[in-house]
């Protein structure tokens, strides 16, 4: 008997986008008065790559600590809210403690994690030769790490923060146009 793939890299979904769009319209309703704006980020938000079918949100809110006060709203929805986990001034929830769908980063409004995410997304948007080097590491990365996620993280690390100081750069270039 085959084990389950539990970090599982798959095609790109066309339904992303629109599964993006469903999730932070129930999101919004219940973080109405806190919520700015949420972003569909991470690799399901780049057309053709490759991903863990996870869609990553990114929440801009006007206050992190009043987000504390809205856990009970956020696991009526179906979220798992895990504080910090080690970014500081991250708050991070999950849904699907089995078989994950969705992660929520927020960040407060304006902070350099939101810039750091949305540059990461764009760069690799804007750069299909780099998205295709992602996509095939983490396929890599994938099949390597015998289901444990600390080791498909780390076999990405390296890619990632080369690539996310590039697009940093890159995206301070653009301007204001970008955000």
């Given at each position: 008997m085959t084990a389950r793939r539990i970090i599982e890299v798959v095609p790109a979904d066309p339904q992303w986008p629109q599964a993006f769009q469903a999730e932070a319209a129930r999101i919004a309703e219940?973080?109405?008065?806190?919520l700015i704006r949420a972003h569909h980020i991470g690799s399901t938000a780049v057309p053709h790559l490759a991903a863990k079918p996870v869609i990553d949100i990114l929440l801009e809110v006007t206050d992190v600590a009043a987000l504390d006060a809205q856990d009970h709203a956020m696991e009526q929805l179906g979220y798992t809210p895990r504080g910090e986990l080690g970014i500081p001034g991250r708050r991070f929830y999950l849904r699907g403690l089995i078989r994950r769908t969705h992660h929520i980063h927020a960040?407060?409004?304006?902070?350099?994690?939101?810039?750091?995410?949305l540059a990461f997304r764009d760069y690799l948007i804007a750069h299909s030769d780099v998205a295709k080097q992602y996509a095939g590491l983490k396929q890599q990365c994938a099949q390597a790490c015998d289901n444990d996620n600390e080791k498909y993280c780390a076999g990405k690390h390296a890619f990632v923060v080369e690539h996310q100081?590039?697009?940093?750069a890159w995206y301070e270039g653009l301007g204001d146009e970008s955000a």
């Open positions: 219940v973080l109405s008065g806190n960040f407060a409004a304006g902070s350099q994690d939101v810039r750091r995410h100081d590039k697009a940093l």
